[in-house]
């Protein structure tokens, strides 16, 4: 047979790889979400799940749709970045009022512990984004605030972009700013596994996560809140899927940005990797670690 006989079911099959492809870099970002929204949903419970990896990615999409307007890059990564914020409003507004009727639950049950009659209860302060109090800064108690904030950041940055967007060193530094945010999530953990000299801390969370019926799986940090790593195979995953990522955006020629930032994380995940490894096969020093709420890594 021919060599160009095949062409009637290779450029078929080439266009649905591509479709597949694209799909996965679509959803693929918020699949792990699903799961972990679910279980917050049945549990009631949002500590295990932090709040700022909401804020850096919903900083990161944003800025990068912004990027788009100076730099057209692939429609499925513009769709991946309005999926990603939406489903970061949708865990945002579901951690919060679950957040909220906990603390309201547990001034009931101390009400209820102290039997007075002279006693009212007291509902929780209320915090509000236009309080200004940088103490509670994404630490409010009503959704709105959060999309009153996410509305604001929009449009300050949506009109620099509008003004300096003729500018191309001006559109690059946003390019590298969105994706570069994004890519840094994993650093925080790197420094402190290499600060403690250990993983131990982050194992013994999710030991104890398991121990208490906790359903909730413990996956990357950010700022100061300290990931879980149950094994080597943990990491292996996040390295494929970050590796997939940074593959699609050299063959489809996106931004330089994408590749650079997408090699930074796999190189993190390595380092990660590499440190599971070492500290659990080559021990240094015993480490007292204090549990944290985990975070969520994005695919």
């Not at 080439?14 to 699949?31: E, I, K, P, T």
Request: aromatic letters at 14%; a positive charge.
């Amino acid at each position: 047979m021919e060599p160009g006989g095949l062409e009637w079911l290779l450029v078929p099959m080439r266009q649905l790889v591509s479709w597949g492809a694209a799909g996965a870099m679509v959803f693929g970002g918020v699949v792990p979400y699903i799961p972990q929204y679910r279980d917050i949903r049945r549990t009631q419970n949002a500590e295990g799940f932090s709040t700022y990896v909401c804020l850096v990615l919903l900083v990161a999409n944003i800025l990068r749709i912004l990027f788009w307007f100076g730099r057209r890059f692939e429609s499925p990564l513009l769709w991946q970045s309005i999926i990603m914020i939406i489903t970061m409003l949708l865990m945002l507004k579901l951690c919060t009022e679950i957040r909220v009727s906990n603390e309201l639950n547990v001034k009931r049950r101390s009400f209820a512990a102290a039997d007075s009659k002279d006693e009212e209860i007291k509902a929780p302060p209320k915090r509000s984004y236009l309080d200004f109090d940088l103490n509670y800064f994404w630490h409010w108690s009503k959704f709105t605030d959060y999309v009153q904030c996410v509305l604001t950041f929009t449009g300050v940055t949506g009109y620099i972009t509008y003004l300096w967007l003729d500018s191309s060193l001006f559109v690059e530094t946003l390019g590298f700013l969105a994706v570069f945010t994004e890519a840094m999530l994993g650093v925080p953990q790197l420094y402190r596994n290499y600060q403690n000299r250990s993983t131990e801390g982050m194992r013994s969370w999710c030991n104890t996560a398991e121990g208490s019926g906790s359903s909730l799986t413990p996956l990357k940090s950010i700022i100061e809140v300290q990931l879980g790593v149950p094994s080597i195979k943990m990491v292996l995953m996040w390295t494929s899927g970050d590796t997939f990522k940074t593959v699609y955006f050299i063959l489809n020629q996106a931004p330089f940005q994408f590749s650079i930032c997408g090699l930074l994380q796999v190189f993190v995940d390595i380092a990660i990797l590499l440190q599971v490894y070492l500290y659990s096969h080559y021990p240094q020093k015993p480490v007292s670690h204090t549990a944290h709420p985990a975070s969520t890594k994005a695919l």
